[in-house]
C-alpha cells in the first residue's frame, strides 16, 4: 500500500495540507491523488470508529458464519453479493476453514439479529448452514485499542 493510503486509513481526518507534508509533496498533488482514489474507487469510505460501551448504546454487534452451497459458474459470488444486499449487513467476507462465509451485523437487538437470520438468511437459496456469535467487548479494533490500560496507582517500594 503506498504512504498516501497507509496515512489515511491510520487518520481520515487529516488534511489534504497536512498529508502533503508528511509525504514531501504539494498540497495539490496531494488532493490529485486522493480524489484519483475516491474516482477510482481505492477509497471507498471515511468513517469514524465510535466505542459502542463508551457511547451507551443498546445494541449488538453479531458475526455469523455461513455454509453455502456454491452455483455452478458462479462460485461463492452469487450468495455473497445477495447477502451483501441485505441492509441489515455491514460485512461480508469469503473466508476458510469450517464456513464459507462470514457477515457483520451491527447496532441491532438479539432479537433484530435473530429474526434476521432465522426469517431472512438462513431461508436464502445456497444457505445450508449458519452460526450466530455475538461480540460481548471489543478490545482492539482495526488497529485502535478500545480498552484502557489500568493506571497502577501503587507507587515505588525500594528495600
Known sequence: MDKLLSLIEKNPRLTDKEIAVSLGISEEEATKQIRMYEENGV????????????????????LIEIKVQPKFAHGFDDIANRISQFEEVESVYLMSGGFDLCCMVSDKSFQEVAMFVANRLSPLDGVVSTATHFILKTYKEQGVLFTDIPKDDRGNISF
Open 43 to 62: 477509497i471507498k469510505g471515511y468513517r469514524a470508529m465510535i466505542d459502542k460501551d463508551k457511547a451507551d448504546t443498546q445494541s449488538v454487534t453479531a
